[in-house]
């Protein structure tokens, strides 16, 4: 069964295709702000402009028709209005044009599906960091539970806030940990955990006014080695109550090197296992929305085109994991 899945919940447009559980295609093209932040009508103006080339070579790359395709799956949310608004577009017109099945893909099942398959991992708890995301994952009675979250902003959003104040360039996690990798004084501040859940505008607000006052090196460092403890804690709990013995890492903040070391170490005092899929699986693309698309196609789940309107708030609990056992 071969499907075709599109993303497109943020700066990412990014199409995959899969046949069964092979990846054929993963490929993107990556909306870039000239200034600041993510401008959502930009990114849909980009994605809107992009897919149907990305699409075009996709196909070509994997040797295959249109009419070969089985399933079109859209990522229909969380994300950006502008932006999922561009991609269900793009895919209700190819699922009508086809005649065939339109799939609406959770984002964040989505991450973590495409990890268990490209790692083997086999009932994790999933830490999932991204820009726009931050949850603790697992599964339980036919659902994703959400057993902790962010209680204002993703710690990508965390680090992208804290760049632009200092000038680096977008994305900037990438550039907030290499300026970590020289940092040696940890500063005050605030260690935010409420039960189960984390908050970062704290953190931010407190390591931005070091700015001009300490070394930039030393409050990159600060600023990574508190956000991340509180990730471990809560991630350790979550293993601790849900007698779990594996932790999958996904969004694009899970290929940052200093937090797979932290998470590394606990799994292994636990004698646990972590799980890192491949870089290009981990910040959005295609292939998850397709591979979860592909899970979802095979168990009797499709979205009709009046059920297709896009879900900015889409939770992930709310997703009926019909693919899987309990």
Not at 54 to 80: H, M, N, T, W, Y
Not at 206 to 214: D, H, L, R, W
């Amino acid at each position: 069964m071969i499907v075709l899945g599109l993303e497109g919940t943020a700066h990412t447009a990014g199409v995959g295709i899969v046949d069964g559980e092979k990846v054929l295609v993963n490929i993107s093209d990556m909306y870039m702000p000239v200034k600041g932040g993510i401008h959502p009508r930009e990114a849909a103006n980009h994605h809107a402009e992009v897919f149907p080339g990305l699409i075009k070579r996709a196909l070509e790359r994997a040797g295959i028709g249109v009419e070969d395709l089985d399933g079109i799956a859209f990522s229909q949310g969380p994300g950006l209005g502008p932006c999922l608004r561009t991609v269900a577009t793009v895919a209700r017109v190819l699922a009508l044009r086809l005649s065939i099945p339109l799939i609406g893909v959770n984002h964040c099942v989505a991450h973590l599906e495409i990890g268990r398959l490209l790692t083997g991992a086999s009932d994790p708890v999933l830490l999932y960091v991204s820009g726009g995301n931050t949850q603790i994952i697992a599964y339980a009675n036919g659902r994703y539970r959400v057993c902790g979250e962010t209680q204002d902003i993703g710690i990508g959003n965390m680090f992208d806030k804290f760049g632009r104040e200092i000038g680096l360039p977008f994305p900037c996690g990438p550039e907030v940990e290499r300026l970590a990798k020289k940092g040696k004084k940890l500063l005050m501040l605030p260690y935010s955990v409420k039960g189960m859940d984390v908050a970062f505008s704290g953190i931010l607000t407190a390591a931005q006014s070091y700015i001009g006052k300490e070394r930039i090196e030393d409050i990159a460092y600060s600023l990574q080695e508190i956000a991340f403890s509180m990730l471990v804690e809560v991630s350790e709990r979550a293993l601790a109550h849900l007698e779990k013995d594996e932790i999958l890492l996904g969004g694009g903040v899970a290929q940052n090197k200093r937090l797979q070391e932290m998470v590394r170490n606990m799994i292994t005092e636990r004698d646990g296992n972590m799980y890192v899929p491949p870089p290009q699986y981990c910040v959005d693309n295609g292939a998850m929305i397709a591979y979860t698309g592909y899970l979802m196609l095979s168990s009797g789940q499709t979205t009709s085109v009046e059920n297709s309107v896009v879900r900015q708030r889409y939770r992930t609990d709310e997703v009926v994991v019909s693919w899987r056992k309990s």
